[in-house]
């Protein structure tokens, strides 16, 4: 385990939904393999939410979009000295993969699966506060009772279809995030500004703490600056602000 967490900040809405499927994603592959019921329901509850946003946002062209941006940044790259050109070759031809693969795709992202009845039916009913409970769904309560193996398989089956989304999301974000190195920080009396360079497109902010600190950042981004606050816990109430310096790693991923 890493002695340091990183708290990241996305500064524009298509890094927002990547980094919100990248966690449904992960969430979805830690509790696949779950033997229980509760297991299966929060791997579906994932699932269905990833259907969510790929509905309310044309993805696809999202996708291809950053990772022609993303290919045209590293090309340029080739020629310079000192460049691991062998990894570089590896991470284009990912890129140039995953951009096939979405290109062959024919119709919305996630329509593959978005029509099954259990999923369907599970949607429908998200918007209502506890709203698939057992006798909301009686379909859901009578599939929760299969054998594990067969609820598993099922599901291993509805993500194995997303993989054409979550595996270029992976690749964008591991690029995003290793694009720039961390810098060495004081927040004088806990609080830090810069401005953010109009001419480098930085896509995320990242701002990494000891893990033993008793602090956390709360980051405020615009266009044309960002701050952060580190903030100390209060049990049951408000944080409040650090009265003392705080040293900390910043990374802003531009690409």
């Not at 964008?172 to 060495?184: N, Q």
């Not at 806990?190 to 109009?198: H, K």
């Amino acid at each position: 385990m890493s002695d340091t967490i990183f708290y990241e900040q996305p500064l524009n809405e298509r890094m927002r939904s990547f980094l919100r499927l990248e966690h449904l994603f992960k969430h979805a592959a830690y509790t696949l393999r779950g033997y229980s019921i509760w297991d299966s329901r929060s791997t579906l509850s994932s699932i269905t939410t990833i259907l969510d946003i790929l509905s309310r946002n044309d993805l696809k062209t999202e996708l291809l979009k950053e990772l022609e941006r993303q290919e045209k940044t590293l090309s340029a790259l080739s020629n310079l000295a000192g460049v691991d050109k062998e990894q570089l070759n590896n991470i284009l031809k990912q890129i140039e993969t995953s951009q096939q693969n979405i290109l062959d795709f024919n119709g919305q992202l996630g329509q593959n699966i978005r029509d099954h009845e259990l999923l369907n039916s599970l949607r429908q009913r998200s918007s209502i506060v506890g709203g698939t409970c057992n006798f909301d769904i009686p379909y859901l309560h009578h599939w929760l009772q299969q054998p594990p193996e067969y609820r598993i398989g099922k599901l291993e089956n509805w993500l194995e279809k997303l993989e054409i989304i979550s595996h270029p999301i992976s690749l964008i974000l591991d690029i995003t995030r290793e694009s720039s190195s961390p810098a060495k920080i004081i927040a004088e009396k806990g609080f830090y500004q810069q401005n953010v360079d109009s001419n480098a497109p930085v896509q995320l902010i990242r701002v990494g703490l000891n893990r033993e600190s008793e602090y956390f950042p709360e980051i405020s981004a615009g266009k044309q600056r960002f701050s952060i606050r580190f903030m100390l816990p209060q049990d049951g109430k408000r944080p409040i602000q650090a009265m003392e310096d705080v040293n900390f790693q910043l990374v802003c991923c531009a690409i």
